[in-house]
């Protein structure tokens, strides 16, 4: 059974930094390309960040380039979001997901096979 489970969101005030982690089960994680996507209320999901089965490729949005870094640890399983100097518009639940047959990077929702519970990040101005 696939688990993709995401935790590190919480409560931080403009400007603030978090670290999202997504912890994969049952799953060759080194083989599939991951994301990171985000839900605010009212709003469709949208992309954050993608990054590839090496780690050598990664996309951001707009939203977040020069603020995020998406990585990742092969050998533990898991993914992480780096977020800094936080905005109260990137307040919404993160998802984490996987692409268990990439052929490339890629940064539609539709794309991803799994996905994990989410967690929520509220950012206070």
């Known amino acids: 059974q696939v688990q993709l489970v995401e935790s590190g969101g919480g409560l931080v005030q403009a400007g603030g930094s978090l670290r999202l982690s997504c912890a994969a089960s049952?799953?060759?994680?080194?083989?599939?390309?991951m994301g990171w996507f985000r839900q605010a209320p009212g709003k469709e999901r949208e992309f954050v960040a993608a990054?590839?089965?090496?780690?050598?490729?990664?996309y951001y949005a707009d939203s977040g380039k020069g603020r995020f870094t998406i990585s990742r640890d092969n050998a533990k399983n898991t993914l992480y979001l780096q977020m800094n100097n936080l905005k109260p518009e990137d307040t919404a639940v993160y998802y984490c997901a996987a692409d268990r047959a990439p052929l490339n990077v890629r940064t539609t929702a539709r794309a991803y096979d799994y996905w994990g519970q989410g967690t929520q990040v509220t950012v206070s101005s």
């Open positions: 990054i590839s089965r090496s780690g050598s490729t990664t």
């Open positions: 049952g799953l060759t994680f080194s083989y599939c390309n």
